[in-house]
T-cell receptor, first 111, second 110 residues
Framework: DQQVKQNSPSLSVQEGRISILNCDYTNSMFDYFLWYKKYPAEGPTFLISISSIKDKNEDGRFTVFLNKSAKHLSLHIVPSQPGDSAVYFCAASAIGNQFYFGTGTSLTVIP | DAGITQSPRHKVTETGTPVTLRCHQTENHRYMYWYRQDPGHGLRLIHY???????DKGEVSDGYSVSRSKTEDFLLTLESATSSQTSVYFC?????????FGPGTRLTVT
């Protein structure tokens, strides 16, 4: 049973516009959420995270929003750049040792 | 750079043969993880370790075993490889609240 879900396998956005990637989770015990970016033939790289005590965290062009009541988080990239084209994974953990990952969303930023 | 290396980076093996993948870290992290990545499934946890000789199963542990005799090395073994174990395998360490990943090993079982 998938505890973390990314329902959009792919997304295309024009350069300079906003990219919004979505993630839903089912386990209310999750208290820490992360986004990773992955290029082909490389390992995932950590992008940004958010604790459940917050509803927003910002780092440069990247902002993560958390809606605990809806069990939903999103990643906003503004402005989108061609170098942002990659697969994005969301992940969640519950003060534990295990992290649960979504299936990924492939973002294409069109120049 | 989290100081994680994986070896080999690519391997082709035949069904029924044993295979061992190695993960090496240089930063003395306590927690280490093995994942596999498959289309439509994202990253799935195979096994993880929380210290030397301390390991536990993840969600897809059947057919895999692990060992950790030193802090810096975490080995993943497929005792008898099957075609369903063709995948890309990633090792990760936990630093603080985040995980950091190695470059991956592409394993093909023919």
């Amino acid at each position: 049973d998938q505890q973390v879900k990314q329902n959009s396998p792919s997304l295309s956005v024009q350069e300079g516009r906003i990219s919004i990637l979505n993630c839903d989770y089912t386990n209310s015990m999750f208290d820490y959420f992360l986004w990773y970016k992955k290029y082909p033939a490389e390992g995932p790289t950590f992008l940004i995270s958010i604790s459940s005590i917050k509803d927003k965290n910002e780092d440069g062009r990247f902002t993560v929003f958390l809606n605990k009541s809806a069990k939903h988080l999103s990643l906003h990239i503004v402005p989108s750049q061609p170098g942002d084209s990659a697969v994005y994974f969301c992940a969640a953990s519950a003060i534990g040792n295990q992290f649960y990952f979504g299936t990924g969303t492939s973002l294409t930023v069109i120049p | 750079d989290a100081g994680i290396t994986q070896s080999p980076r690519h391997k082709v093996t035949e069904t029924g043969t044993p295979v061992t993948l190695r993960c090496h870290q240089t930063e003395n992290h306590r927690y280490m993880y093995w994942y596999r990545q498959d289309p439509g499934h994202g990253l799935r946890l195979i096994h993880y370790s929380y210290g030397v000789k301390d390991t536990d199963k993840g969600e897809v542990s059947d057919g895999y075993s692990v060992s950790r005799s030193k802090t810096e090395d975490f080995l993943l073994t497929l005792e008898s490889a099957t075609s369903s174990q063709t995948s890309v395998y990633f090792c990760a360490i936990r630093g603080g609240y985040e995980q950091y990943f190695g470059p991956g090993t592409r394993l093909t079982v023919t």
